[in-house]
Antibody
Framework: QVQLVESGGGVVQPGRSLRLSCAASGFPFSSYGIHWVRQAPGKGLEWVAFISYDGSRVHYADSVKGRFTISRDNSRNTVDFQMNNLRVADTAVYFC?????????????WGQGTLVTVSS | DIQMTQSPSSLSASVGDRVTITCRASQDIIKYLAWFQQKPGKPPKSLIYGANILQTGVPSRFGGSGSVTEFNLTISSLQPDDFASYYCQQYSAYPLTFGPGTKVDV
């Protein structure tokens, strides 16, 4: 069955960096794009980034553009999310989600999420 | 960016009720609209995509309708497992955007 497992969350000071990872299994990973979606405590969902199946296309929300970088390693079935210059407003649970067949919405399957807390 | 709104922001209902949630887009998104259900402490669950296509395994009491800028999610007979928050998402253009959510409680 499809499984997505996020890791790398934790507590970090403003201005510092953190690297999240999404490990996938149960589907042909190299054929599907992956999204990152976040949810601040008690708030709604915010899409933040996408990487295509082969890494040739990436998209970012304006709120993270220039600070966060999404990448993938199809040999290890993982997507990484490098977050630099973190802000208090980046505090959230970060979910990775699989792009559906044919592409489009985020997503047909989701991981359980990893919590990132940015605080001094 | 395409802005999404939802109404109501919350509603109280009883088991067996018919519930309708409306989602509006700030511009034409054709039918590139998905609906998600989320329970506290859990990831979102995909319910509907393409405005009206039920995700595999989702009960038939859930239904989606609409096009262009106005969309509805209808639960024909609310069940105890349906008390949750519901979000719409447009995927007509990047950045993908979600509505603010609708909380359905007792």
């Amino acid at each position: 069955q499809v499984q997505l497992v996020e890791s790398g969350g934790g507590v970090v000071q403003p201005g510092r960096s953190l690297r999240l990872s999404c490990a996938a299994s149960g589907f042909p990973f190299s054929s599907y794009g992956i999204h990152w979606v976040r949810q601040a405590p008690g708030k709604g969902l915010e899409w933040v980034a996408f990487i295509s199946y082969d890494g040739s296309r990436v998209h970012y929300a304006d709120s993270v553009k220039g600070r966060f970088t999404i990448s993938r390693d199809n040999s290890r079935n993982t997507v990484d999310f490098q977050m630099n210059n973190l802000r208090v407003a980046d505090t959230a649970v970060y979910f990775c989600a699989k792009d559906p067949p044919g592409g489009g919405y985020a997503g047909d399957y989701w991981g359980q999420g990893t919590l990132v807390t940015v605080s001094s | 960016d395409i802005q999404m709104t939802q109404s109501p922001s919350s509603l109280s209902a009883s088991v067996g009720d018919r519930v309708t949630i409306t989602c509006r887009a700030s511009q034409d998104i054709i039918k590139y609209l998905a609906w998600f259900q989320q329970k506290p402490g859990k990831p979102p669950k995909s319910l509907i995509y393409g405005a009206n296509i039920l995700q595999t395994g989702v009960p038939s009491r859930f239904g989606g309708s609409g096009s262009v800028t106005e969309f509805n999610l209808t639960i024909s007979s609310l069940q105890p497992d349906d008390f949750a928050s519901y979000y719409c998402q447009q995927y007509s253009a990047y950045p993908l955007t979600f509505g603010p959510g609708t909380k359905v409680d007792v």
